[in-house]
Structures are given as structure tokens and as C-alpha cells.
């Protein structure tokens, strides 16, 4: 009878402890689950169509050989499914001409019902490179200025990274640093009724791809984007 229960007693303990391992490598299974989820890119743009996206506005967005063509304006496509808070936001583009005009919006505020609510309820990081300081490549549109020019040449493709960090919105191009915008900071008077409003954008919002062509133009200009990605901080 003691050698039984003796045994019966082991056999317990061997059962405890070998479902307690599995318990504790699946809790560090799904730790380690979480932890990539957090730091990988999301493909926002599917290649295909706009699933997922709505324009406003004249002109549009033609989805051509897997990549986006912006089409006239202005307009705005944004990202109906989820606002974006801390994060980074990746796009990949080219222009057809110097004077190729579009941006990307951060920080929407809420749905928009036309495509100036974006301008003014939100901020756009500048792509057209052809303006001043405040309204060039990586620029938060006249309100903080680009600090360098690293964007290549028409026809190539560029790498612009868009991080929200806190109320902060810092942008690299190709790899370089060109904006650290505060909103906090001081920012030039508004002077024309076209500029955005000023004030402060909430810390999660909506995002979108602006087209800004202009058909009169006896050159007609694109801008092209291969990638539009997210990844959460």
C-alpha cells in the first residue's frame, strides 16, 4: 500500500509540473506574439483597388500596374478603417515632373465629408519639392519648415517615414531627418485662406494621400505610390 501510493504520488507531481511548463511556454508564446505584432509594417494599399479607402474631391486616385497615380485635384484619399496614433507611417512615391503635387495627412480629426477638412483639421507633410522651406518635400505644410532636401530626382522612387509620437510628428526622407514638428512650437501666421487652421490636432487621427495635379498645365503631372505602410510603436 505505501509503494502504491508513493508512486501514485509521483505520477501526480509529474502531471503538475509538466502542465505548468506548457502553461508558462505558452504565456511566453503569446508575450512574444504581441511583441512582433507591435513592430511590423501593415500594408495599408492591398495593389489592387481601393478597398478600405474613400476619395473627396475632384480628381482621384487610379490604381495602375499595383501602385496608386494621382489623377487631378485637389482631392483627398483617406483611410476609412481605423485612426493612427503612435506609429509610423511609410510611403513609398515618385513624381512624373518637378511641379508633380500631392501630400500625405496625419492626425484627421474625425470622418471627413470634403477634402479641405483634411487641411484644416489635420496636417500634411508635403511632397511637391518645388517650393519654399515651409512648402517643400517633408515640410508639415506651413507650419514647419524642411530642414534639408534629400528627396532624388524625378522619376525616382523616395522612402518617406512619417512618425506620430505623442503630439510630435517627425519626418524622414530617404533615411534623413527633415522635420521634428512640436505643436508646440511657434509657427508662421496664417495669411492665406487656403493654409490650414492653426491649432492642435488630436494624437490619433485618420490618414490620406492628397492629389493636387493641375490638368491646365500644358504638362500634366503624377505622382505614384508603391507603399503605403503602417507600423505601431
Avoid at 37 to 66: A, M
Amino acid at each position: 500500500m505505501k509503494s502504491i501510493s508513493i508512486a501514485a504520488l509521483f505520477l501526480v507531481f509529474v502531471c503538475v509540473t509538466g502542465c505548468e511548463a506548457q502553461r508558462a511556454n505558452q504565456r511566453t508564446s503569446n508575450n512574444q506574439g504581441a511583441s512582433n505584432k507591435t513592430g511590423e509594417w501593415r500594408q495599408l494599399f492591398n495593389g489592387r483597388d481601393l478597398e478600405g479607402w474613400q476619395h473627396l474631391g475632384p480628381g482621384g486616385f487610379v490604381v495602375e500596374n499595383g501602385m496608386l497615380r494621382t489623377d487631378g485635384g485637389m482631392g483627398l484619399l483617406w483611410f476609412t478603417r481605423e485612426k493612427f496614433g503612435n506609429s509610423v507611417i511609410r510611403v513609398v512615391y515618385k513624381t512624373t515632373h518637378e511641379s508633380a503635387n500631392a501630400g500625405v495627412f496625419v492626425r484627421i480629426a474625425d470622418k471627413p465629408q470634403d477634402e479641405w477638412f483634411a487641411v484644416h483639421n489635420g496636417y500634411e507633410v508635403q511632397i511637391l519639392d518645388a517650393q519654399d522651406e515651409f512648402h517643400r518635400t517633408g515640410a508639415v505644410y506651413s507650419m514647419a519648415k524642411a530642414t534639408a532636401q534629400p528627396a532624388k530626382p524625378t522619376g525616382e522612387w523616395n522612402t518617406m517615414e512619417i512618425t506620430l509620437k505623442g503630439p510630435r510628428v517627425i519626418v524622414h526622407v530617404n533615411g534623413v531627418q527633415v522635420n521634428d514638428f512640436d505643436p508646440k512650437q511657434p509657427v508662421p501666421e496664417r495669411t492665406k485662406e487656403w493654409e490650414p487652421k492653426r491649432g492642435p490636432r488630436p494624437e490619433a487621427g485618420y490618414i490620406g494621400l492628397q492629389n493636387h495635379d493641375d490638368y491646365e498645365r500644358s504638362t500634366q503631372t503624377h505622382v505614384y505610390f508603391k507603399e503605403v505602410s503602417v507600423r505601431s510603436l
